[in-house]
């Protein structure tokens, strides 16, 4: 009996946290939205089929030549790839091929039957190879920063420098963080078929393509913040709290920037720069503002963001393993 009731309490926090995390970050976006970049459009997309992985909506821009380095762009938790980097397509594509995708149950992403970041790491590749990539530079930001460390160590070879941006090597430094994240997890484990279903209704609601048109910031925004359900949330938030990179992230032997959020409440500064300590030559940039400053405060986050790819790129050896 203590055990149904047990989990009966554990199912109660699940279906009710992506409800409140929903609300809490749909309140947030209505003082972010009307602050969102003043972008006209944004490059098209389409949809590429991965090989016994699935489906996902990528968008790949050329670069001013062929052989201009490539990015790739990883969004953070609860975004869309369009909703995190829609400041930085138009100066990025000046200087580099540019990458991105929505990941796995965010978007038009692949819908798996459970939310791993090992296999979001391992889809950054197969988009790759879908589009012929060698080698690239991989960025990400928050749950982005995690999935592009585990891309690193699980395809050493295929990139030839990191940007982390507002991330960690682990998300459970607080003592309330360590009760949280396995209370997230046990809560959804058995409710994982369920969060799918969601997830995936909501996915076959969506047009096969989002809108590239951005007159209206915040009517496309709120657009493209719903087409990630809020079942994938709370999933993706238990593997933020297993994530832990701090026994392997030393050995990262590429070009690194470390893009720190300076007054961040979500991911402490602190966790930013251990990260960047704890990785050989890493390069620290610090840009103002809070967690969500990829889009509330995009004019001077992305400059400092630039300057932070153009570091890593400049110390790439193009074609080999990149030095340090």
């Given at each position: 009996?203590?055990?149904?009731?047990?989990?009966?309490?554990?199912?109660?926090?699940?279906?009710?946290?992506?409800?409140?995390?929903?609300?809490?970050?749909?309140?947030?976006?209505?003082?972010?939205?009307?602050?969102?970049?003043?972008?006209?459009?944004?490059?098209?997309?389409?949809?590429?089929?991965?090989?016994?992985?699935?489906?996902?909506?990528?968008?790949?821009?050329?670069?001013?030549?062929?052989?201009?380095p490539t990015i790739?762009?990883?969004?953070?938790?609860?975004?869309?790839?369009?909703?995190?980097?829609?400041?930085?397509?138009?100066?990025?594509?000046?200087?580099?091929?540019?990458?991105?995708?929505?990941?796995?149950?965010?978007?038009?992403?692949?819908?798996?039957?459970?939310?791993?970041?090992?296999?979001?790491?391992?889809?950054?590749?197969?988009?790759?190879?879908?589009?012929?990539?060698?080698?690239?530079?991989?960025?990400?930001?928050?749950?982005?920063?995690?999935?592009?460390?585990?891309?690193?160590?699980?395809?050493?070879?295929?990139?030839?420098?990191?940007?982390?941006?507002?991330?960690?090597?682990?998300?459970?430094?607080?003592?309330?963080?360590?009760?949280?994240?396995?209370?997230?997890?046990?809560?959804?484990?058995?409710?994982?078929?369920?969060?799918?279903?969601?997830?995936?209704?909501?996915?076959?609601?969506?047009?096969?393509?989002?809108?590239?048109?951005?007159?209206?910031?915040?009517?496309?925004?709120?657009?493209?913040?719903?087409?990630?359900?809020?079942?994938?949330?709370?999933?993706?938030?238990?593997?933020?709290?297993?994530?832990?990179?701090?026994?392997?992230?030393?050995?990262?032997?590429?070009?690194?920037?470390?893009?720190?959020?300076?007054?961040?409440?979500?991911?402490?500064?602190?966790?930013?720069?251990?990260?960047?300590?704890?990785?050989?030559?890493?390069q620290v940039f610090?840009?103002?503002?809070?967690?969500?400053?990829?889009?509330?405060?995009?004019?001077?986050?992305?400059?400092?963001?630039?300057?932070?790819?153009?570091?890593?790129?400049?110390?790439?050896?193009?074609?080999?393993?990149?030095?340090?």
């Amino acid at each position: 009996m203590t055990v149904q009731l047990a989990g009966k309490a554990l199912n109660r926090v699940a279906r009710t946290s992506a409800d409140a995390l929903r609300s809490g970050v749909g309140a947030g976006l209505k003082q972010i939205m009307p602050s969102a970049p003043a972008v006209d459009a944004v490059p098209e997309g389409r949809i590429v089929e991965l090989p016994g992985r699935g489906r996902t909506f990528v968008v790949d821009v050329p670069g001013p030549s062929p052989t201009a380095p490539t990015i790739v762009l990883l969004h953070a938790l609860g975004c869309t790839s369009y909703l995190s980097w829609v400041a930085t397509f138009s100066e990025l594509s000046q200087h580099y091929r540019v990458v991105t995708f929505d990941q796995r149950w965010h978007g038009r992403g692949i819908r798996s039957s459970r939310f791993r970041f090992v296999d979001c790491a391992d889809d950054v590749v197969a988009v790759m190879d879908a589009l012929g990539i060698e080698q690239a530079v991989v960025a990400g930001y928050s749950m982005g920063g995690a999935v592009a460390q585990l891309t690193w160590q699980r395809h050493r070879r295929r990139v030839s420098g990191l940007v982390l941006c507002s991330t960690a090597r682990n998300f459970r430094g607080k003592k309330g963080e360590r009760l949280f994240f396995p209370l997230m997890t046990a809560a959804m484990h058995p409710l994982a078929s369920f969060a799918l279903s969601h997830v995936d209704r909501l996915a076959q609601t969506l047009p096969e393509l989002p809108s590239v048109e951005v007159a209206n910031p915040t009517a496309w925004s709120k657009v493209e913040f719903r087409s990630t359900s809020a079942w994938s949330l709370p999933e993706a938030l238990g593997e933020l709290g297993r994530f832990d990179s701090a026994a392997w992230i030393g050995g990262v032997d590429v070009p690194t920037a470390v893009v720190v959020t300076g007054k961040d409440h979500i991911i402490p500064s602190r966790r930013q720069r251990k990260l960047a300590d704890s990785i050989p030559g890493a390069q620290v940039f610090t840009a103002r503002g809070g967690h969500a400053a990829i889009v509330l405060g995009a004019t001077g986050w992305v400059p400092v963001f630039l300057e932070a790819v153009q570091n890593v790129t400049d110390r790439v050896t193009p074609g080999t393993r990149a030095a340090i």
